[in-house]
């Protein structure tokens, strides 16, 4: 047990107690109580009440040397004896401070992620915002899930909760909380609703090919051949692409994604050659596509090109809903008006990415010269890609159809 000692030169009671050393070895240790050994004037305690706090003091010291308690409880019982705050972030001051790092060190669709859940977060805690950040319980976030579950599609849900369980766990690895409040949460995709009806994507037909690009723009009919003469690269990398991307006299398209921040080197081979060369008279900024940039960099996000893509489809016949109309907060909603999931369609841009895939196969190019040209392939795959060359891909690029 510990002990309290009064020593000449400390006007403190002093807390001994005894620490067990990873050797198994034991070793005393002395530390002040900060707590005076007669009342200072103008105090209410007593010399009998100060030696009884510091006791408690000593205990929690020996306590907490020997891991006997945790850093939440030290906290409220020196609170308790101090009379003093030992301050823990508040949850809005926590988060805020995280995400003020993650601007600097985040890519900018990563921390816009990180921004939105937040956004959300805070809407749902309300004032209690202002609480310590170790108020915030299992309970409380198993409600927060709720609260998403009502008003997102299970991918969406999981993505705004787990960038909140991020600011927690991070919290709990510097020592800030014992136990993060989300780990005791059911998982989100135990959660999902009997309306939300999860839709596989597909690759478009050629057919389908032939019926979008002849209800497109001059600018959508490149956007669109861009993606699939380059492996099916995303909405966003196809309209940010710039011109100093292209490299006529190398004969490569060298550009980095955004999703993953990969440097991707794609061959000019004949029909994406062609497509630039065709545009590359008519340039009017630095942009391949340059009223798609414009609107991609509006926002940073690619919502409102994927809902004018939808909206070619739509024209096309290939889905039910034009998304277009389906009023300003809840686009492309189904099912009645108090249901705020929004729904996925078979086809969209993305599908691209599905179609020259399958093209590429159907026309027996080697699964892993596919994986290379599209984009998919951890690093132990890429491992082996390192052998392939531009005249490969270029190779296998020739065998797309014409459109």
Known sequence: MAIIRHLPTSRFWIAQFARKLPSGAWKTVSRSTKVPIEPPPGSEQTAKELRETAQEIANTYERTANQKLKATHIRRVLVDLSNESLRLPSVREWIEERLTLMSKTKKE???????????????????????PLDSVTSLMMDEFQNWLDKRFRPSTRKKHFSAIRHFFSTAKKLNLLDTDPCEAVTHLSSLSR??????????????????????????????????LYTGGQRLGDIACLQWDAVDFEKGILHFRTQKRGKSLVIPLWNRLRALLEERYPHRINEYIHPSSAQKYQRTGKSSTLSNEFGKILFTCGLVERDPSLAGKRYQKQYGTSQDKTRHKNALSFHSLRYTATTLLHEAGVPPLIVQKIVGHDSAKIHEGYAAFSLRESEEAFNKLPSF
């Open 109 to 131: 669709a990563t921390y816009r992620n990180y921004s939105d859940a937040t956004r959300l977060f805070f809407e749902w805690i309300e004032e209690k915002d202002a609480l």
């Open 194 to 227: 009997a309306v939300s009806v999860e839709v596989s994507r597909r690759p478009f037909t050629v057919e389908e090919l032939q019926l979008i690009l002849t209800n497109s723009n001059e600018e959508w009919r490149s956007m669109i051949l861009t993606s």
